[in-house]
């Protein structure tokens, strides 16, 4: 059998629908995966074993190129010359659900009060019922599994395998990690200002824990911010302009990730890191809560359907209550290396 994911953004949701892989393979060793992604996230799928092909889109250039569109309808129908038994939709918008019809006959994804666009459910053949709110983990899940006969359990997520990658990382990584102080990884940016954590209290834990603390970035924005960080502090390194592959390597090697509601913080999760991850206009459905990974959220209600850009609570967390739950997570990340090594 082989199948079609399609989920093309953005970088946490993609991590978030990764982990049914695994148990995918588990329930039908034979079966042949491939995914469908915008090209800039392509990088968090390489190198996955239970992927056989990555297909990459460029959707978002038609914002600004609307013509672009027959050259991605020509691209679509090309990657469906693999003659596709089952396209599962796991994103739920209309772009993604025109993608999925376009890539095959029969295809899969949730319903019309799943979804917050409901048109895209029109476009599917097999619908898949699962309430909007529920944890964003737990419906990817159930939308990637339930079409082929099986369901992912919350147990088996809770006791997945990591399932991020990284090949041949840049060497001049090593010399960023310190044998003498745990490293930790700060994420200090995020798709919205409002979902930020101020530097400032950043800098605030790196001076209460004292431990090696690296800064990633992604824009001229987020630079900045990791380049005042470091002066504020002596332990505050930021780290340079990295990759997909280069950020999977640095976040598995790290001690504990802590950081805002977005995708590089998600990927602590995935490969079974410790991390905190703090939350203001977004709701903690978006992540699992584990022994080893945290939520710290902000006062603020939150309503799932409809997001507050403006709600900037956030700020207004404690950096205590960060410090607190980074030492508890530090000190039993040290017994546990301590465990494994008797």
Known sequence: MRIAIVKLSALGDIIHAMVALQFIKQNAPGIQIDWIVEDRFAGILQNNPDISHIFTVNLKALKKNKLAIFQEIKKIRHYAKNHYDL???????IK???TARLLGKRVAGFDAGSIREKTASWFYDVKVTCAYHENTIDRNAYVLSTPL??????????SKKPFLYAENANPQLDGFFSINRNTIVFVIGSTWESKNYPPEKFVNI?????????V???NGQEKIKAEWMSRQCANITMLPKLDLNGLKAVVARADLVIGNDTGPTHMAWALNKPSITIFGPTPIRQAYQT?????????????PYKLNK????IRDIDELTIIDQANTLLSNHQNTEKT???
Do not use: M, P
């Open 340 to 342: 494994l090594l008797t």
């Open 96 to 98: 993604s659900a025109v």
């Open 87 to 93: 396209v599962i939709d796991a994103q739920g918008l």
């Open 149 to 158: 006969g099986f369901k992912i359990t919350s147990d088996q997520i809770l």
């Open 216 to 218: 990633v970035w992604g």
């Open 291 to 303: 022994d080893i990974n945290k939520v710290i959220k902000s006062h603020s209600t939150v309503n």
């Open 310 to 313: 403006e709600d900037y609570s």
């Open 206 to 214: 790196a001076r209460a824990l004292q431990e090696n603390c690296l």
